[in-house]
């Protein structure tokens, strides 16, 4: 988002930042009654002379609590949302931690805006461009999302592997119950449609196809098959599974916020059929 659309102030002073892992960007769009809906965002930016002037409520804000700069979505005009770079620590921006069962090595943030004030020059993209380069931005970290959700499945099937050859029942190894094989199999599948699926989404991205169908494909399919997978190596595991003893009891923590961020499995399957069929799924 910053290296397409950033002036050159802001690209010089947070890029090479953010990617030599020294700076965190946060990204703001979800606010308390605006999830799925994105286009129906309240936070108002007015302009006053040279400057933005912010006032609203962000949610679930990603890197909240550690980041350099927020990327606010707002709204500046009637169906009008533009993007706003406010660097941390602006006077009029309160960051509130929001404590959740998994995903705690990054922080989740209400970010409160009471008259936050930043030049216009701060403008991400142009004015009104807001909802257009969230899709974009959509596109790449759903896929991003993907191979999250199913590298979680992934190291679950491994543990599952490990765990199935060493457990012994019934006289022989739980790998060879064909109840358990069966799991084992299903799961190496799935993980498997999940990554190529993601692959393919990704080769796309790299060759500057635009490709949201193939995103949220991967998107829905990659983060559900996390879920799954890691649910089905907890059963693996027996009661070992929901101990803190074995890393699959958090795997499946995790897993299960994969179909939420960045739209929700539902949100996936509409966008999909409305591309596909040409109806509109929303309105
Ligand atoms: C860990 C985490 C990190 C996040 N990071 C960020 C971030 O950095 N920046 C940011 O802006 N947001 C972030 N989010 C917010 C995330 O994008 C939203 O949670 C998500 O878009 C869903 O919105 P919501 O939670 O308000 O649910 P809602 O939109 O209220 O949806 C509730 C349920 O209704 C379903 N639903 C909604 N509309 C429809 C429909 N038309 N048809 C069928 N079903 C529907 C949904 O699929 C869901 O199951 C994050 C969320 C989480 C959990």
Redesign the pocket.
């Known amino acids: 988002m910053l290296i397409n659309n950033a002036p050159e102030h802001i690209r010089d002073e947070y890029v090479p930042g953010l990617l030599s892992g020294e700076k965190f960007i ?5 606010e308390p009654d605006v ?3 994105v286009a129906a965002v309240k936070t108002r930016a007015v302009r006053d002379g040279n400057d933005w002037v912010l006032n609203g409520e ?1 949610t ?3 890197n909240g609590e550690h980041m350099d700069l927020f990327v606010c979505t707002c709204k500046t005009g009637e169906g009008e949302l533009t993007h706003i770079a406010i660097p941390a620590g602006t006077p009029g921006m309160e960051v509130r931690g929001i404590p ?1 069962m998994a ?1 705690n090595s990054q922080s ?1 943030s209400q970010i409160f805006l009471a008259d936050v004030r930043v030049p216009i020059a701060n403008t991400v993209g142009s004015i009104g461009d807001g909802l257009k380069n969230t899709l974009v931005t959509f596109e790449r970290a759903r896929c991003h999302m993907a191979a999250w959700g199913y590298s979680l499945g992934r190291r679950a099937l491994e543990e599952s592997i490990k765990y199935s050859q060493e457990r012994t029942q019934h006289g022989k190894q739980i790998a060879g119950h064909q109840l358990i094989a069966e799991k084992i199999a299903t799961m190496a599948t799935q993980i498997d449609a999940a990554r190529l699926l993601t692959l393919r989404a990704g080769d796309m991205i790299d060759k500057g196809i635009r490709c949201d169908v193939e995103c949220s494909m991967a998107k829905w399919y990659g983060t559900e098959i996390g879920v799954n997978t890691t649910r089905q190596a907890v059963q693996i595991h027996g009661g070992n599974g929901v101990t803190k003893e074995f890393v699959v009891e958090r795997l499946a923590r995790e897993a299960i ?1 994969g179909p ?8 996936q399957k ?1 966008l999909i059929a409305r591309m596909l069929t040409g109806v509109q ?2 309105r």
């Open positions: 946060a990204v703001g769009i979800s999830g799925s809906d962000k679930w804000i990603s959740k995903l989740t916020i939420i961020p960045d739209g929700t499995t539902e949100i509409l799924a929303f």
